[in-house]
């Protein structure tokens, strides 16, 4: 399975934006995917995931502000993201959350949250 993820750019602080994964076979046999993030000097983070169910988990730096939203059928994964702040800047990967699942890193989307 291969994931790629898009819809990264520069936004202002307070701006929004909306990031797409789309896999290249059925998500549905993950029991969860989630949105990871890497800061530049930082280790990789999970900031969102969902399950087949729809049940959907945050980090406390996003919650609020991040809707995590799956496509069984459509295999995609999205991150709305609002009211952005320079700290969300990072590379924002999209992978099943359960380590034991996850699959090889694709290159990910940029997101700089700056004025």
């Known amino acids: 399975v291969q994931l790629q993820a898009s819809g990264g750019g520069l936004v202002q602080p307070g701006g929004s934006l909306r990031l797409s994964c789309v896999a290249s076979e059925r998500i549905y046999r993950f029991r969860a995917m989630g949105w990871f993030r890497q800061a530049p000097g930082k280790e990789r983070e999970l900031v969102a995931s969902i399950t087949g169910t729809g049940r959907t988990n945050y980090a406390d730096s996003v919650k609020g502000r991040f809707t995590i939203d799956r496509d069984n059928a459509e295999n995609t994964v999205d991150l709305q993201m609002n009211s952005l702040k320079p700290e969300d800047t990072a590379v924002y990967y999209c992978?099943?959350?359960?380590?034991?699942?996850?699959?090889?890193w694709g290159q990910g989307t940029l997101v700089t949250v700056s004025s």
């Open positions: 992978n099943a959350a359960i380590a034991s699942q996850r699959l090889p």
